[in-house]
């Protein structure tokens, strides 16, 4: 068992069904189990078109097609079972609660507004303090720097802002924890940049409970891609180990060798001669060149803030965007051209639709016989087993005094003498 990776990002806006395509096809290459998202801009129709590929569950919040909307996206792999769902009206937030691996978790998504409004933070406090479990996961666009020193750059000089100790308080009263900077203490990083103030503002952010806080293992800001606010990710430990399930992950410790770092940069001169091979295609291959350029370009931007570096980050951004949207207009051009030619056919296209379905059919959960729920795949397992060996077992016992005790207790009728010899 893997550890489950979430990630809140602002989406600015995904009417259009190439950005749509573009940021389902990103989140499924990080590999995204549950995506927080803000500004979706859609209908409670057009939300429901985000139910594709990987998304097996959404939850949403909408406003209008113009402004505003919130989603919440869970993988169809991912054992999640909803209980309870609390949204607003105007689109701002969408909360849930359920079960994850036996856990009673809430998932948030949250998009508050531009200026300080006291009524969005009473009610948001109001609707998500009866549902708060132990286990609390929201992450959003708050629109505002905690603190002014160091989630701001220029640096601001006046104290914290109204729409800042509102947010706190909220944290504060619902326990929860700034889960970015708990791991990154003396870092300094953003997820905004404003052209009109030419100033950079960590306004993302990821809010957990203690209890999800102890099994974080990592929160990080990303580059900028595909929309003007940086995604902000963090992975989740199961409660349990799961033999069953091994991966391979790198030792940190390694990170800190000179030789290694040293062998590391030496690769990446032969990554060129060595990818550019016929069996990999040339826009995967510029894909890749493009996210490390955007990645370089945005620290140095961030550190220096120069006009030259903002132009060459904008262009590279360009061309990741062009690259992105190209990939996502063919795969929907061939997804059309499938659909004409196999959808009323039964053949490879229904094989694969019937496949996706077979996800929605897993179980969970299952009581044991002492009328305990157990979530592990082994658990789960072996009492199907004994449940289906018990249900087709024979009930009585074919043993040669079972029989007799059978036979005594029937009363058979016996052939008389004149019977018999008329037979």
Same mark, same amino acid.
């Given at each position: 068992?893997?550890?489950?990776?979430?990630?809140?990002?602002?989406?600015?806006?995904?009417n259009h069904v190439i950005k749509r395509r573009k940021i389902i096809s990103l989140l499924k290459k990080d590999r995204v189990q549950i995506a927080l998202l803000q500004e979706t801009h859609l209908t409670d129709s057009e939300h429901l078109k985000l139910k594709r590929d990987w998304v097996g569950q959404i939850y949403y919040s909408s406003f209008n097609s113009k402004s505003r909307g919130v989603a919440i996206l869970v993988h169809k792999n991912l054992p999640f079972t909803l209980h309870t769902i609390v949204r607003d009206t105007d689109g701002r937030f969408i909360l849930i609660t359920g079960l994850l691996y036996g856990e009673l978790i809430l998932l948030g998504s949250v998009y508050a507004p531009n200026t300080f409004d006291r009524s969005f933070y009473s009610n948001f406090l109001a609707k998500a303090s009866p549902v708060c479990p132990n286990h609390v996961i929201i992450g959003g666009?708050?629109?505002?720097?905690?603190?002014?020193?160091t989630d701001y750059n220029p640096p601001k000089s006046q104290p914290s802002s109204k729409m800042a100790k509102a947010t706190t308080d909220l944290c504060s009263d619902l326990g929860l924890f700034d889960a970015w900077r708990v791991c990154n203490p003396h870092v300094k990083d953003f997820t905004f940049f404003s052209r009109p103030h030419f100033s950079f503002s960590r306004i993302d952010y990821?809010?957990?409970? !203690?209890?999800? /806080?102890? %099994?974080t293992r990592g929160c990080l800001i990303h580059t900028c891609?595909?929309?003007?606010?940086s995604s902000v990710?963090?992975?989740?430990?199961?409660p349990y180990y799961d033999p069953?399930?091994?991966?391979w992950r790198l030792n940190p410790a390694l990170l800190s060798?000179?030789?290694?770092?040293?062998?590391?940069?030496?690769q990446w001169e032969l990554y060129l001669s060595t990818n550019d091979l016929p069996g990999v295609s040339a826009s995967t291959l510029w894909e890749a060149v493009l996210e490390r350029d955007i990645a370089d370009l945005e620290r140095e931007f961030k550190k220096s803030s120069s006009i030259s570096v903002l132009r060459k980050l904008d262009a590279a951004r360009s061309a990741l965007d062009q690259l992105l949207?190209?990939?996502?207009?063919?795969?929907?051009?061939?997804?059309?051209?499938?659909?004409?030619?196999?959808?009323?056919?039964? !053949?490879?296209? /229904?094989? %694969?639709?019937?496949?996706g379905k077979r996800g929605s059919y897993a179980i969970p959960s299952l009581k044991d016989k002492a009328g305990v729920l157990q979530f592990e795949a082994k658990l789960i397992s072996k009492i199907m087993k004994e449940f289906y060996q018990d249900l087709y077992s024979p009930e009585c016992q074919n043993t040669v005094d079972a029989r007799k005790l059978f036979l005594d207790t029937v009363n058979l009728p016996i052939l008389s003498e004149e019977m018999h010899c008329s037979l």
């Open positions: 068992m893997s550890n489950t990776k979430i990630i809140t990002l602002n989406v600015k806006g995904i666009d708050f629109n505002c720097g905690l603190n002014p020193e990821m809010f957990v409970s !203690g209890s999800v /806080l102890d %099994r891609a595909l929309s003007d606010h990710s963090m992975e989740l430990s199961p069953s399930s091994r991966h060798d000179p030789k290694f770092v040293k062998y590391l940069e030496d949207t190209q990939k996502a207009e063919t795969a929907i051009f061939y997804a059309k051209h499938r659909l004409f030619e196999s959808g009323n056919k039964p !053949g490879r296209l /229904l094989a %694969r639709l019937a496949q």
